[in-house]
Antibody, heavy 116, light 110 residues
Framework: EVQLLESGGGLAQPGGSLRLSCAVS????????MSWVRQAPGKGLEWVSS????????YYADSVKGRFTISRDKSKNTVYLQMNSLRAEDTAVYYC?????????WGQGTLVTVSS | QSALTQPRSVSGSPGQSVTISCTGT?????????VSWYQQHPGKAPKLMIY???KRPSGVPDRFSGSKSGNTASLSISGLQAEDEADYYC??????????FGGGTKLTVL
């Protein structure tokens, strides 16, 4: 069974940092691109970042470019999202998902709250 | 990276059909056949319902169908059931390996 399990969410201060993790099981991790998608409270979905199966290519939404870094560790079957210079508008549930030409499957999400 | 345009809400009675539109540009919806649709119930993760404009993943009822014309994609749901009540999001691949979602449509089954 394919499973994606996010962790690392919590409360951070404006200007602070957090690192999210997404542990993957049930499929060959290195064969698939991975993405992070977020959803602010009561709002819609927003693509944040993607990384290729090899980890050699990364892509970011303009809203997080220069502040967030996506990476993956094939020895741990885990993808990460390092979030620096956090802003109040980064408050959201962050989902990881496998990406091809679509997003599937998804994890259950982890809540990030940026507030002083 | 502007969001795709969806109606805020649609509604229908059980057994009826509804269609949700998703309008983008030639740089996303109109430029690629990589439109997907997601269903999200409150407090749950999104679920893939349609991919590559009109393909259904295994396990998704054939009451759900997708199409595209120009810069507008559509999700149609026939034979509405109570469990179809949810938020629906379209998504399209865009230029330079980026993705854009629609603002979401709340489907109410009356």
């Amino acid at each position: 069974e394919v499973q994606l399990l996010e962790s690392g969410g919590g409360l951070a201060q404006p200007g602070g940092s957090l690192r999210l993790s997404c542990a993957v099981s049930g499929f060959t991790f290195s064969r698939y691109g991975m993405s992070w998608v977020r959803q602010a409270p009561g709002k819609g979905l927003e693509w944040v970042s993607s990384i290729s199966g090899s980890g050699g290519s990364t892509y970011y939404a303009d809203s997080v470019k220069g502040r967030f870094t996506i990476s993956r560790d094939k020895s741990k079957n885990t993808v990460y999202l390092q979030m620096n210079s956090l802003r109040a508008e980064d408050t959201a549930v962050y989902y990881c998902a496998t990406v091809g030409n679509w997003f599937d499957p998804w994890g259950q999400g982890t809540l990030v709250t940026v507030s002083s | 990276q502007s969001a795709l345009t969806q109606p805020r809400s649609v509604s229908g009675s059980p057994g009826q059909s509804v269609t949700i539109s998703c309008t983008g540009t030639s740089s996303d919806v109109g430029g690629y056949n990589y439109v997907s649709w997601y269903q999200q119930h409150p407090g749950k993760a999104p679920k893939l319902m349609i991919y590559d404009v009109s393909k259904r993943p295994s396990g998704v009822p054939d009451r759900f169908s997708g199409s595209k014309s120009g810069n507008t994609a559509s999700l149609s749901i026939s034979g509405l059931q109570a469990e179809d009540e949810a938020d629906y999001y379209c998504c399209s691949y865009a230029v330079s390996y980026t993705w854009v979602f629609g603002g979401g449509t709340k489907l109410t089954v009356l």
